[in-house]
């Protein structure tokens, strides 16, 4: 069984600020990692997605994550936080052996203060 | 990138009556779609597998007689909420695996929000 937990539900910063977003996941073979963000009242959009190649990995919008094996976490980072950044973010895990199912974590909602 | 559109964006329906949501994969032809529900302030929760030209694979505690799942196609799956009540009020929304990618990846759709009056 796999599973995912996001340490905090809600994460505020100050534009300008580092991006901080922490995900640790369950998974008794190798992970597929993802993480999604979600604006107000759409689905869900790809950021970035680790597949087993480079740990860290490089998404949109600046965003960028690093898988450590050691510590079964894959947190979420961005240097410098915008306003348009604000939004849930979910952090998610495939087996890779299950069609592509996923697992979520219970999300972490963004604030970024001016 | 691959584009999955949803519809309706949103519906309003009387108790009782059934409503239909429709998924499309826009670009590529979707094997496996998804249908997830979500409700406010909450995680995704996968309510069922959708394979083309099979029956659908429910997770345990959904149940299938009351969320009809049709993949008809390789570009469109339906989710037919059958004598929606309102605790069936919520945000659907499908994803779609594209084969072609690289990696197993869903594309998610926009979201349908229900509300069952």
């Avoid at chain 1, 680790?50 to 961005?78: D, M, P, Q, R, W």
């Avoid at chain 2, 309003?12 to 496996?32: M, N, P, W």
């Avoid at chain 2, 469109?76 to 069936?88: K, Q, R």
Wanted: proline share 4%; aromatic share 10%; glycine share 6%.
């Amino acid at each position: 069984a796999q599973s995912v937990t996001q340490l905090g539900s809600h994460v505020s910063v100050s534009e300008g600020a580092l991006v901080l977003l922490r995900c640790n996941y369950s998974s008794s073979v190798p992970p597929y990692l993802f993480w999604y963000v979600q604006y107000p009242n759409q689905g869900l959009q790809l950021l970035l997605k680790y597949t087993s190649a480079a740990t860290l990995v490089k998404g949109i919008n600046g965003f960028e994550a690093e898988f450590k094996k050691s510590e079964t976490s894959f947190h979420l980072t961005k240097p410098s936080a915008h306003m348009s950044d604000a939004a849930e973010y979910f952090c998610a895990v495939s087996d890779q052996t299950s069609g592509s199912r996923l697992t979520f974590g219970e999300g972490t909602q963004l604030t970024v203060n001016p | 990138g691959a584009v999955v559109s949803q519809h309706p964006s949103w519906v309003i329906c009387k108790s009782g009556t059934s409503v239909k949501i429709e998924c499309r994969s826009l670009d590529f032809q979707a094997t496996t779609m998804f249908w997830y529900r979500q409700f406010p302030k909450q995680s995704l929760m996968l309510m069922a597998t959708s394979n083309e030209g099979s029956k659908a694979t429910y997770e345990q505690g959904v149940e299938k007689d009351k969320f009809l799942i049709n993949h008809a196609s390789l570009t469109l799956s339906t989710l037919t909420v059958t004598s929606a009540h309102p605790e069936d009020s919520s945000f659907y929304i499908c994803s779609a695996r594209d084969p072609a990618g690289s990696t197993d990846t869903q594309y998610f759709g926009p979201g349908t929000r229900l509300t069952v009056l």
